[in-house]
């Protein structure tokens, strides 16, 4: 974990603090004076938090855990049957026939 700077936290940032359940996730932040506003999202519970925090607290109480949630916001790569499984060779190579097929009807 590591202290977090204010101008730094982006949305996606999990923090962790005592004013959390547990762990969080940005969604905004932003500064008003010697205060620090976050709106962020329980990473394990989903809750909505909306904390106003002053700039003493933030800096001495929360902090960055390193790593940060898991996106899984890719293109998705294609992948090659190699048609060899005694199922696929059955059902004529098409995959999509083996859906709800119990597997001692494959064999």
């Known amino acids: 974990m590591s202290a977090v700077d204010v101008a730094l936290l982006e949305p996606d940032t999990v923090l962790s603090g005592p004013f959390w359940a547990g762990p969080v996730r940005v969604l905004r932040a932003s500064r008003v004076g010697g205060q620090v506003r976050i709106e962020a999202v329980g990473v394990g519970d989903s809750q909505y938090y909306d904390r106003t925090l002053t700039l003493d607290q933030f800096q001495t109480l929360v902090s960055e855990l390193q790593g940060g949630t898991y996106r899984f916001d890719a293109s998705p790569r294609p992948t090659a ?10 059902w004529g190579g098409n995959p999509t026939l083996l859906i709800g097929t119990r597997r001692d009807e494959l064999l």
């Open 81 to 90: 049957c190699r048609r060899s499984c005694l199922a696929c060779r059955r």
